[in-house]
Nanobody, 117 residues
Framework: QVQLVESGGGLVQPGGSLRLSCAASGTNFRIYNMAWYRQAPGKQRELVATITTSLITNYVESVKGRFTISRDNAKGTVGLQMNSLKPEDTAVYYC???????????WGQGTQVTVSS
């Protein structure tokens, strides 16, 4: 059974940093592209960053230059380094495998990121 477990969220002041981690079990992690998503209160879940099996990365415009996605195939983890955080980054963050038209696995519990002074 595939399980995605996100961690690392918390409360941070504007301009601060957080590093999120996602541990994937029950899947052949290394053969998949991976992605981070987020869902803010009252909004739809959005794709934030992707990383391919070849380590090619892509980001939504609003986080370019501030967020960095990474992966460790040996450990089966995906990271998201978030710098210069803004209040609008407040959301629950999730990881998953992006596929055409959606995502591959059931969502994990996510990790809450709150940016507030």
């Amino acid at each position: 059974q595939v399980q995605l477990v996100e961690s690392g969220g918390g409360l941070v002041q504007p301009g601060g940093s957080l590093r999120l981690s996602c541990a994937a079990s029950g899947t052949n992690f290394r053969i998949y592209n991976m992605a981070w998503y987020r869902q803010a209160p009252g909004k739809q879940r959005e794709l934030v960053a992707t990383i391919t099996t070849s380590l090619i990365t892509n980001y939504v415009e609003s986080v370019k230059g501030r967020f960095t996605i990474s992966r460790d195939n040996a450990k089966g983890t995906v990271g998201l380094q978030m710098n210069s955080l803004k209040p609008e980054d407040t959301a629950v963050y999730y990881c998953n495998v992006p596929i055409v038209g959606g995502f591959l696995y059931p969502w994990g519990q996510g990790t809450q990121v709150t940016v507030s002074s």
